[in-house]
């Protein structure tokens, strides 16, 4: 298999991994171990973790094995304001700029999610939620914001699925997701700013007791 694909199917598994709790926060990684396990070699394996770094789920270190991240709550409070800020430019933009296609590929996304919601694992779905709000992103028509969007969604996919997962709610995505579409496919540009502010509008409170908990967890005997 070509290598760079093989390392994105690594880091793929091993982002899984880490959001299901099997590498927690501040574990070690061990390039040549998890290489064994998996029955990959060590280049595809090293270039996966860098991936992984780039993206704020792994800490490098010279010298050391790199660790699964653990950033502050500071560091996470910041990192959402701004992909709020960018998922409001995203929306507003994506009114004018997407094409037909762009919005049934949105569309198509949302009736992924709307119409497996209950049956999908934690994780599937939101994986599909976070596709969503990435196609947007890519629908503005604007290459360097899509990029910078896809960055600090990165950054903060594992607190969103902590997040996610403690306070799965179908008819905050399903239904919330519902109206941006509209407000989308209507190119109504104050609509979907609306729409996208009262989407993510708990989002910092949300994460931080999902993270407070894990705290909490983590600190019993």
Same mark, same amino acid.
């Given at each position: 298999?070509?290598?760079?694909?093989?390392?994105?199917?690594?880091?793929?598994?091993?982002?899984?991994?880490?959001?299901?709790?099997?590498?927690?926060?501040?574990?070690?990684?061990?390039?040549?171990?998890?290489?064994?396990?998996?029955?990959?070699s060590?280049?595809?394996?090293?270039?996966?973790?860098?991936?992984?770094?780039?993206?704020?789920?792994?800490?490098?270190?010279?010298?050391?094995?790199?660790?699964?991240?653990?950033?502050?709550?500071?560091?996470?409070?910041?990192?959402?304001?701004?992909?709020?800020?960018?998922?409001?430019?995203?929306?507003?933009?994506?009114? /004018? $700029?997407?094409?037909?296609?762009?919005?049934?590929?949105? &569309? =198509? %996304?949302? #009736? @992924?999610?709307?119409?497996?919601?209950?049956?999908?694992?934690?994780?599937?779905a939101f994986?599909?939620?976070?596709?969503?709000?990435?196609?947007?992103?890519?629908?503005?028509?604007? /290459? $360097?914001?899509?990029?910078?969007?896809?960055?600090?969604? &990165? =950054? %903060?996919? #594992? @607190?969103?699925?902590l997040?996610?997962?403690m306070?799965?709610?179908?008819?905050?995505?399903?239904?919330?997701?519902?109206?941006?579409?509209?407000a989308?496919?209507a190119?109504?540009? /104050? $609509?979907?700013?609306?729409?996208?502010?009262?989407?993510? &509008?708990?989002m910092?409170?949300?994460?931080?007791?999902?993270?407070?908990?894990?705290?909490?967890k983590?600190?019993?005997?």
């Amino acid at each position: 298999m070509n290598e760079p694909i093989l390392a994105e199917q690594i880091a793929d598994e091993l982002r899984r991994r880490i959001l299901r709790g099997s590498l927690p926060p501040g574990a070690p990684l061990k390039e040549r171990d998890t290489a064994l396990l998996m029955g990959v070699s060590r280049t595809p394996m090293r270039e996966a973790i860098r991936m992984l770094a780039q993206e704020g789920l792994v800490d490098l270190r010279p010298a050391r094995s790199p660790v699964i991240a653990k950033p502050t709550l500071k560091q996470v409070q910041d990192q959402i304001v701004v992909l709020q800020a960018l998922e409001l430019l995203s929306a507003r933009l994506a009114c /004018a $700029a997407a094409s037909d296609e762009d919005l049934q590929d949105i &569309a =198509r %996304l949302h #009736r @992924a999610v709307a119409e497996n919601y209950d049956a999908l694992d934690a994780l599937d779905a939101f994986e599909l939620d976070m596709s969503f709000h990435r196609r947007i992103a890519q629908a503005s028509g604007n /290459a $360097a914001l899509a990029e910078t969007h896809g960055a600090y969604l &990165a =950054r %903060l996919w #594992r @607190a969103r699925y902590l997040s996610a997962r403690m306070r799965r709610n179908r008819a905050r995505v399903v239904g919330n997701h519902e109206i941006i579409l509209a407000a989308l496919m209507a190119r109504d540009e /104050a $609509a979907v700013a609306v729409a996208t502010q009262a989407h993510m &509008a708990s989002m910092e409170d949300d994460i931080a007791a999902a993270l407070r908990a894990e705290e909490h967890k983590e600190s019993k005997p």
